[in-house]
């Protein structure tokens, strides 16, 4: 099974970059068992999302209410495909309109292989469960069958166990390696980054207040308002200003032309001539220096 | 239009290349700039991400704070994007770059380069990393004119002091670490950054009382909101030049605009050196060809010198793409001040016992303020970040997996690894009292590490960099001493709990792939290509010690600049 994806994904990337012209017609032709390519997209980047932001009723007793929902209440996982897919660019026009390379899909399928290869080390702590990704598609919006069907076992693990699968693609980087094109050689480290990192980055950004971040910049609109981002008021980031009164001053001492002028704090009282935060700025001391007596901590 | 030649071609608008361009203007040469990304704040440009606008700019009257406040929301996610390397039209991706593992590389695009987004902080190399290492060809000394020419143009202070960088002080005294009072810095200890960055209005102190608006020219000078990361065009209502930073578009594009020598045609991708062998010994450089990144079009620009400065990733690349003579450390020996991130978070009660309020506040104040320096080590300093930053910076990435996959019960660390789901929302809970600290490594240059092109991986721009980067012994030792002081200066400054990234290498500070000594002689001149200069980090020897790289790299431009004149003109 696990050599079977590899295969396909193989393949998939080598025709990519070959000139397909529809990555994701190609895509469902060679996932077998796979009938709707675009939700088996949508359920992986829900369960990256739920177990990257998840929903945590357990914060609520401890630190309020204002703390439990997570990037599923907000469609974070809908601009995460969208930013996967426009990110980066190798400017071949065969890659997308805009020489954009859509890698939503690779990564999904990525993913995928992840959760075997951990369920085949033996590192999993739960069984695979259909019902997972079920629960993360809202009632109606499509059939648990065609769920299920469509669901692959990254979005089948539990949130822990999908943490641990997207940790090992470091260990896959090297076994990819060994194809021909060698392009998705590094992808496994760009996946964890991007699944985890871009979307951490996104979700406690000013992303949420925009009405449509994909707008020309300069017809994007942002209420800059802390109410208007969820994230902002989990974190309790004011938004952004232009301004803050909250200069202390300057440190300085009595041995040198740091800073100067009435005391506004003490620092540090042991010393001979206590470092204080003092009222005026001053300037660094162009001083006479010495290295011959430089020693190596750690000699190479 | 861009003319048929030049006397001078520099490729990159970014911290060093204008610093090139403007001390050749200055000395009356013909300069052209060629830079991979847009121009903010330029009338010629008024929609840089979105249309193409016009060809050049040569007149200092084409600069508009204006427009740069409007181009420079301050909106982390937006400006991160903005600004990172890629084409200035928004709807395309980023130039997509090879990093192994789940590291990353921090290029920006744009001119003014990186120093779009770094945050200000210009100290010097430790005097050791260039006298003692024996990397360098040239001694500190030689330098020093440089520093003192650099300092004056980016205004460089002792940075302010808010509440986060009064936390870090206390912690780091209350270690027993001095506090130091000099640019050229032979021992450990803690001081203000010396930043680029103009001092804040005294009117902002917390004394004061002041209540009005934050733009100019109300306000002059820093405004203390953090936003350096994302391009930081504060005081808003400033004319361009007033602005508070200094990254190398304020500091030294007008001053390179004012000679009435130098045209800057930003959109203008460098993907051939031209040369000629007419004695058909070492080749000599004749020109460039660039490909408008909105058109698609190539230009050829012929010009007596060609000084590459864009960049240790892009400038070997160029080298390695174009057909030049293979030295075997051209793309190689790179550093990258292998990095950390340690955190510190504290209960109310006691930050209201060390600052008389029970929050850090780092969004207050410039991002990186106060730093500690430990030559042969390497550095530390706060950093401020917007949430959204922090979270990926100090939480998104770590080589150690994550947090519930370690161990931490003999570290100096309470928790270690990468954050996600309901751990990652418990601490990021506690933003508003949070301070992270950037641990920055003396890492040294090894032929191993470094940038390579292979045929099949290319972009529109031919083979794109592939780059190589693992840590020595050495650099391993060296994070690891700095990462625990770093949690010890967090516990002594009072933190309940101490959480260290492990972060993979992250090239935020990237050097030393084009080095001098090594393919660069000691005017920084090309061993192998005559007339071919290289004026941006990539030059460095080394990585200057751990000190961030923003001065030396200006500082030793200024002096090939002075070498060019001298040889050639």
Known sequence: ?300 | MVADDYDVIVVGAGGDGPVAAWKLADAGLSVLVLEAGPFYGNEKWPKPSEEPGGAVSSSVADLSGELLDEQFTTREFEMVNKLLFGPADHERGFWFRKFPGDGAILQCAGVGGTTLHYTGCHPRAYPASIDEQGHWPIDYADLLPYYWEIETMCEVTPAPVTAKEELFFRGAAAAGWPLLHDHNVTEPGYRPQPNAIRQPDPKLHVDAGYDGDFTYPEVQGDTLALGNIAGNPHPRGAPYEEKAKRSSNVSFVPAALATGNVSIRPNAFVTDIRTETPLGDTPSVTGVRFRDTWSGRTERVDAEVVILAAGAIETPRLWLNADLPRNEWVGRGLTIHFGDNVMGLWKADDLEERLGKGTVDQHEGQDIAARFDYPGLGMLQTVGTTPGVGAILGFGASASGFTFQNDPTDAPWDTMGRLAGPELKRLLAGYPRMLQILVVSDDRPHRRNGVTVTPGLADEHGPIPVVNYEPSEGDQKRRDELATIAADILREAGASHVHRSDSPPTALHVHSTMRMGEVLDEACEAHDVDRLFVADHSALSNGVGGANPTNTGQALAARTADKILERYF
């Open chain 1, 1 to 300: 099974m696990y050599d079977e994806q590899l295969r396909r994904l193989n393949r998939w990337i080598g025709t990519v970059l070959r000139g397909a012209a529809s990555a994701l017609e190609l895509l469902a032709d060679l996932v077998s068992g796979t009938e709707d390519v675009e939700l088996h997209t949508v359920v992986t980047f829900r369960a990256i999302v739920d177990a990257v932001v998840p929903e945590t009723p357990e914060l609520d007793p401890e630190l309020g209410p204002a703390h439990v929902p997570g990037g599923l209440a907000i469609g974070l996982e809908d601009f995460v495909v969208t930013y996967v897919d426009d990110g980066f660019q190798f400017g071949l026009p065969y890659l997308g309109p805009r020489g954009n390379i859509p890698l939503a899909d690779p990564i999904a399928q990525i993913l995928d292989i992840a959760a075997l290869t951990l369920l085949d080390q033996g590192d999993a702590t739960g069984e695979l469960d259909d019902d997972r990704p079920v629960s993360l598609l809202a009632p109606g919006e499509a059939s648990p069958r065609a769920v299920r069907t469509a669901a692959g076992p990254f979005s089948k693990l539990s949130r822990r166990d999908r943490l641990r699968a997207i940790g090992l693609l470091d260990e896959l980087e090297l076994e990819l390696s060994q194809f021909e094109g060698e392009l998705f050689e590094f992808d496994g480290g760009l996946v964890g980054q991007l699944v985890v990192g871009f979307t951490e980055m996104i979700y406690y950004s000013e992303w949420q207040g925009y009405d449509e971040f994909t707008q020309p910049p300069s017809e994007r609109v942002h209420p800059n308002d802390p109410a208007a981002v969820q994230s902002w008021r989990q974190t309790g980031y004011p938004g952004f200003s232009d301004g803050y009164a909250a200069l202390r001053g300057y440190l300085g001492d009595d041995d040198g032309p740091l800073g100067a002028g009435d005391v506004w704090t003490t620092i540090d009282d042991d010393q001979e001539s206590p470092v204080r935060i003092v009222r005026e700025p001053g300037s660094f001391r162009e001083n006479d220096y010495e290295t011959s007596d430089y020693e190596e901590p750690f000699p190479e």
